[in-house]
């Protein structure tokens, strides 16, 4: 249990990672440590850090530092897929037994491998959504912050780390929600992002382009449908009202910017499909359920992923 969040360690100073490592900061500076290895922590040093525009001298922690360093309170891991478990490592020498996690990864898969690996008492179901941050190397820049959507499975009575890191957030002026199922709002964004994050990587278009084509809406809507039946078998709670909606909220963010993976592509990154219709196959196979949409897309990635 948390008793006061004193030390919060930032791994992953991603777009997403350095949103909240920057408004944390402005909450108080003392709060937030940023783990990272020698050369990064070189290299920031003497350029500086920047989201929107403004220079963030965060306190930067190698991983041979941090095994004397104070332990952590909260860990918020900002890293891509393929990085999880080097992040997890990177967790246990700041761990101690009532720190909490908050995975900004996307997918229904990271928190359990937190579980599984660091223990079931550390991590929080978490997703961000509705923000437009980017990153250009040591630049973060955002319009919109979105919210973070975060809590244990139930929050039905919000437990006493939910409310810690609810006060901390409204402190630090992060807009976040606490859905009483987390899992169901889990499974509601792994269906938004296996429909737009595949759709719109494989196209190569912005969300100006997702508003007003019909047939990028209708491919995403198919991909979607899959990650629907599934959860029709597995006992999640997700409906076809869920099912229409998922391209709401696309329609809030800038016309001019792109979902995660489609930046993966233009920058010739490899992708984290492994996390959105990879998932979805095995889901597939696991209930008895077609994806063809999915086995499509997975394809269609993994070709252009080869072309790089």
């Known amino acids: 249990m948390l008793d006061q969040i004193q030390h919060i360690y930032v791994i992953g100073l991603g777009a997403m990672g350095a949103l909240y490592a920057s408004k944390l900061y402005d909450y108080n500076p003392k709060l937030v440590h940023v783990i990272l290895d020698e050369q990064r922590k070189?290299?920031?040093?003497?350029?500086?850090?920047?989201?929107?525009?403004?220079?963030?001298?965060?306190?930067?922690?190698?991983?041979?530092?941090?095994?004397?360093?104070?332990?952590?309170?909260?860990?918020?891991?900002?890293?891509?897929?393929?990085?999880?478990?080097?992040?997890?490592?990177?967790?246990?020498?700041?761990?101690?037994?009532?720190?909490?996690?908050?995975?900004?990864?996307?997918?229904?898969?990271?928190?359990?491998?937190?579980?599984?690996?660091?223990?079931?008492?550390?991590?929080?179901?978490?997703?961000?959504?509705?923000?437009?941050?980017?990153?250009?190397?040591?630049?973060?820049?955002?319009?919109?912050a979105g919210f973070l959507v975060f809590g244990e499975q139930n929050n039905q009575t919000p437990s006493s780390d939910v409310q810690q890191v609810q006060h901390l957030f409204e402190q630090a002026q992060i807009p976040y929600q606490t859905p009483v199922d987390m899992q169901y709002a889990l499974w509601k964004k792994f269906m938004l992002n296996v429909a737009a994050n595949q759709v719109t990587a494989i196209l190569k278009i912005p969300y100006g382009e997702v508003k007003k084509n019909q047939y990028v809406q209708q491919l995403m809507f198919s991909a979607a449908q899959e990650v629907l039946d599934i959860a029709h078998v597995a006992g999640i709670a997700l409906t076809e009202q869920d099912h229409k909606e998922i391209l709401i909220p696309m329609l809030q963010l800038n016309d001019q910017a792109y979902t995660s993976m489609c930046q993966d592509i233009l920058a010739k990154r490899k992708t984290e499909v492994a996390i959105f219709g990879e998932t979805v196959i095995q889901l597939g196979l696991k209930y008895h359920v077609a994806t063809p949409v999915n086995q499509v897309l997975v394809n269609m990635i993994h070709a252009i992923e080869a072309s790089f």
């Open 42 to 144: 070189t290299r920031y040093e003497h350029d500086g850090f920047w989201v929107n525009n403004k220079k963030y001298d965060f306190d930067y922690v190698t991983p041979e530092q941090s095994r004397h360093a104070p332990k952590a309170d909260l860990i918020i891991i900002g890293v891509k897929a393929a990085q999880l478990h080097e992040a997890i490592e990177l967790c246990r020498e700041i761990l101690q037994p009532k720190t909490r996690i908050i995975s900004l990864l996307n997918g229904i898969s990271s928190e359990n491998m937190i579980a599984e690996q660091l223990g079931p008492q550390h991590p929080f179901y978490a997703y961000g959504v509705a923000m437009d941050a980017t990153r250009q190397d040591t630049h973060v820049n955002y319009s919109k």
